[in-house]
């Protein structure tokens, strides 16, 4: 059973995303493990059958509807995210809770002190 970092470098390695040490490492695994070896043979033979696949052509309308709503939901973000900005930083809400945090512990030292 190959270990989930073993099934994405002969993954990564069809879509020819492995950097020089991951090759390295990948040559070692084809070189030592047969599920390896059959793995790649599978996921070629996937690659390949879904490049040989036939292309579909979309109307030019249905096009523009995709771009159309994308651009949409793009605004719809953006205003949502104007409306809900925070009033102030996140920053400031960090600083007020640990000034709090210091009063309340100087509060304690100072009470139980002997």
Do not use: C
């Not at 793995?39 to 995709?66: C, G, Q, T």
């Not at 939901?73 to 925070?86: D, G, K, L």
Request: charged residues 30%.
């Amino acid at each position: 059973m190959l270990s989930d970092r073993h099934s994405r470098l002969l993954s990564e390695s069809l879509d020819r995303m492995l950097t020089p040490q991951e090759r390295e490492e990948l040559a070692r695994l084809l070189e030592q493990e047969e599920s390896a070896r059959d793995l790649l043979s599978h996921l070629k033979k996937d690659a390949r059958a879904i490049y040989e696949m036939p292309r579909l052509h979309l109307p030019e309308a249905f096009k523009n509807k995709v771009v159309e709503l994308i651009e949409r939901r793009r605004q719809q973000q953006e205003t949502a995210a104007a409306v809900t900005a925070p009033s102030f930083p996140t920053w400031a809400g960090l600083a007020i809770a640990a000034l709090v945090l210091g009063a309340v512990m100087l509060a304690t030292f100072l009470y139980f002190r002997p």
